[in-house]
């Protein structure tokens, strides 16, 4: 580790440097699934205003005096049905955290790299991480927002509280933000691998494949925002490398609020296609490096269990990439890209 010159003064604290950070964030996640976690977390989510664009003086009313009364209780009992109790955690802070180890390891052969994460709510913060890897050495720190989509309800307010945090410091590291990566081949491969295999290990084929991502309201599509058109564009790659035509569908999930949302949605989609007779469906998550409660709960336990009330008799959820070896090696990739010049 480099630091200061001894020509200092005496009285001068001990500076490292010459490092640079990798820093992955993704959403976020409660430290329990008590009200009082599920309280604060969703306090925390649910005040960002990239999230909820909505009027403060309309919103907060709403916010306080119904849904972090009513929703905390509701949120934590989902969070209970696929909390990993091995490790009394969420499932994504443990493959966050995972995704943090497996990139240290594979960028071993870059010394002056130094990786850590962090989650835009709740706990480990982006505050904390961008200290910490400052205090590690870091002049400069590549900001790894982990949604392979651009929207500004993920992206940007991940980028938001880093600046924010750099708004404070007298010393700021240099920062560089990842861009999306919707298209990039390396991560469209990876998604039809996870496709192609998990689909090998069932006994029977399904009929239709849908890739959820999860929605935005039309409102914030209509104001610029890219997401949907990114969306699309990661669906067509993959339907064209797995050649599956108008067998691979897209569907939008995940909404809240009285406002019209992106469609189609996935929950009417799976009813509709069980009323249509369609018997076999697999549906996948490309909008999410690792399953979650949108994930595990949403789609592999409440959409199936839609489909199949509705006349489906074969359901499947073909899982994130997570932190598999193809998962890792997209991470890896798009880092790598992104600290050229700097490493």
Not at 179 to 202: G, M, R, W
């Amino acid at each position: 580790m480099l630091t200061a010159p001894s020509a200092l003064p005496s009285d001068h604290p001990p500076v490292k440097f010459g490092k640079v950070g990798v820093l992955l964030v993704n959403l976020g996640t409660p430290d329990g699934t008590d009200f009082k976690s599920m309280r604060r977390y969703l306090e925390e989510f649910l005040t960002d205003r990239r999230v909820i664009e909505w009027s403060r003086l309309f919103w907060y009313p709403i916010l306080y005096g119904i849904v972090l009364n009513r929703r905390p209780g509701k949120v934590g009992k989902a969070y209970e049905s696929i909390w990993n109790k091995d490790r009394n955690e969420s499932y994504l802070r443990t493959y966050t955290r995972s995704q943090g180890e497996k990139m240290a390891t594979a960028l071993a052969d870059l010394p002056n790299v130094t990786v850590d994460w962090a989650m835009r709510y709740g706990q480990p913060s982006i505050a904390s991480k961008i200290d910490a890897l400052q205090q590690a050495g870091c002049e400069k720190i590549l900001l790894f927002p982990l949604y392979p989509q651009y929207a500004a309800s993920t992206t940007a307010t991940v980028n938001d509280k880093a600046f924010e945090k750099l708004q404070q410091m007298r010393w700021q590291p240099a920062l560089r933000t990842v861009p999306a990566y919707h298209d990039d081949p390396v991560y469209i491969e990876a998604l039809a691998n996870s496709v192609t295999s998990h689909l090998a290990s069932l006994d029977w084929e399904p009929e239709k494949v849908i890739t959820s991502f999860h929605g935005i309201p039309q409102s914030y599509f209509k104001k610029g925002d890219p997401y949907h058109c990114h969306c699309m564009k990661t669906a067509r790659l993959l339907r064209e490398k797995l050649g599956m035509g108008d067998r691979l569908m897209i569907t939008f999930q995940s909404r809240f609020g009285p406002e019209e949302w992106l469609q189609p949605y996935t929950d009417k989609t799976v009813e509709k296609l069980a009323q249509e007779g369609v018997k076999r469906i697999a549906v996948m998550n490309p909008g999410f490096v690792s399953d979650c409660l949108e994930t595990l709960e949403e789609i592999a336990g409440e959409a199936g269990h839609i489909f199949l009330e509705h006349g489906g008799e074969k359901f499947t959820h073909i899982p994130c990439l997570n932190d598999s070896e193809d998962g890792m090696r997209v991470l890896e990739h798009v880092v790598r890209r992104e600290l050229q010049g700097w490493v």
